[in-house]
């Protein structure tokens, strides 16, 4: 069987997600706090409901917050320009709900991310554009394959939904008593021949119990 070709996205990444001014007023942050604040309001992260639905959505948001922040830190740590700042967290971006959506694995993730690049590295339009020059790409490259695609299961686990299954094995016969005893005098006697087959019966399933 073939193995299926990912899509990638038809248009360039550049200004997908971050416009000249929401890219310029993420610059102008000085704090950690205003920081986060642009990288929210820029990716569509608010707060949610006071509810446990809510409450779970919001820790799911502040996973995604964090992972664009670190991103937004390694492009500072590289002095990128405005351009290579947009397209590298709109790459991100995509790259993280392509891989959920896709059940991808680390290393078809990291292809997909090749490629992209490659279409980010050469002025050749429509089919390229020059964003990145090949050291920037090299440098991406490693410093994903630290970051990202080794904590992706975190993320896989932290985003997929799950569901809880919960084994509980019982004896084929109980033998607890769930009602009271009644009194003697009200027991109907049974006869032996009856009291003998019960024993039997009995016996047989004492014999089939696993021991302990």
Excluded at 34 to 39: D, N, P, V, Y
Excluded at 68 to 95: G, P, V
Excluded at 195 to 207: I, M, N
Aim: net charge neutral.
């Amino acid at each position: 069987m073939p193995p299926k070709k990912e899509e990638e996205p038809h248009s360039f990444l550049y200004t997908a997600k971050l416009n000249e001014n929401a890219t310029k007023n993420l610059r102008k942050t000085i704090t950690n706090k205003e920081e986060r604040q642009a990288l929210a309001q820029i990716f569509g992260l608010g707060k949610t409901a006071n509810d446990a639905a809510g409450q779970q959505q919001e820790k799911m948001e502040q996973i995604k917050l964090d992972f664009y922040s670190i991103n937004y830190e390694f492009c500072k740590e590289h002095y990128f320009s405005n351009e290579k700042i947009s397209t590298l967290l709109a790459i991100m971006d995509y790259l993280l709900h392509h891989m959920l959506e896709r059940h991808l694995l680390p290393e078809e993730g990291l292809k997909v991310l090749k490629r992209i690049l490659e279409r980010h590295s050469l002025q050749r339009p429509p089919f390229s554009i020059l964003i990145f020059e090949r050291a920037d790409i090299d440098k991406i490259v490693a410093f994903t394959q630290k970051t990202f695609f080794r904590h992706y299961s975190l993320y896989e686990f932290s985003f997929k939904p799950r569901r809880e299954l919960i084994l509980k094995c019982e004896p084929f016969v109980n033998t607890a008593f769930n009602a009271p005893l009644s009194d003697l005098a009200e027991m109907t006697p049974v006869d032996a021949e009856e009291a003998e087959r019960l024993k039997g019966y009995l016996s047989l399933y004492q014999h089939q119990q696993p021991e302990h």
